[in-house]
C-alpha cells in the first residue's frame, strides 16, 4: 500500500504546496485536524520519504502538535547531536520511514534473487530504488543500516 495511502487511512490529510526554503514538511495537529506538509519542489521520491517520516512523527510521538523539518544540504551519518543521541525523535521517524518504504524482508528476498549485492552493477541500485520509490541514496543507507554495505 503506498505511504500516501497509509497516511490518510491513518486520517492525516496530505497538503502538497510550495514550501519556503529548505523546508521539507511538516506534521501539524489539533483536536480537529491532522496535516502532512509535503514541499512540491522536492523530488518525488523525497516526497515519499517525507510522508513516510511525518507519518513516523504522527504515530511515534503523539505529544507533538507541530514538527517542521528541513531538507540537509549535506549527509552526515553522525554528527555531534546524534553521537550524543539527542535526536532520537528524528532517528525512529527516519527508521520507521525506511523499514515503511524499504521494509527489510521485501529487501531481502530481492537482493536474494540478484543473488548478493553488486555494488559495481550499474543497474541494481537504481532498479531498487524506483522500485521502492525512493532515492539511491536512502536505499544505501538503509542497505547500509541493514548491513549490506559497510559504512
Do not use: C
Not at 492525516?12 to 502532512?36: N, P, T
Not at 528524528?90 to 543473488?115: G, I, Q, T, V
Request: net charge negative; proline share 3%; charged share 25%.
Amino acid at each position: 500500500m503506498p505511504v500516501w495511502e497509509i497516511a490518510r487511512k491513518n486520517g492525516v490529510r496530505i497538503a502538497v504546496d510550495s514550501l519556503e526554503g529548505d523546508l521539507s514538511g511538516f506534521l501539524y495537529r489539533d483536536s480537529h485536524q491532522k496535516i502532512i506538509g509535503v514541499n512540491t519542489h522536492h523530488a518525488t521520491v523525497r516526497q515519499n520519504f517525507t510522508v513516510a517520516h511525518e507519518l513516523g512523527h504522527f504515530l511515534l510521538h503523539d505529544q507533538e502538535q507541530l514538527h517542521v523539518d528541513r531538507a540537509f544540504p549535506t549527509v552526515r551519518l553522525r554528527d555531534n547531536t546524534s553521537s550524543r543521541g539527542e535526536n532520537d525523535a528524528e532517528k525512529e521517524s527516519n527508521l520507521f520511514a525506511a523499514e515503511l518504504l524499504m521494509p527489510h524482508h521485501f529487501l531481502r528476498r530481492e537482493l536474494a534473487e540478484y543473488d548478493g549485492l553488486d555494488l559495481y552493477d550499474d543497474n541494481l541500485l537504481p532498479e531498487l530504488a524506483a522500485r521502492y520509490g525512493v532515492s539511491v541514496q536512502a536505499l544505501m543507507f538503509r542497505l547500509q543500516y541493514l548491513g549490506y554495505i559497510e559504512g
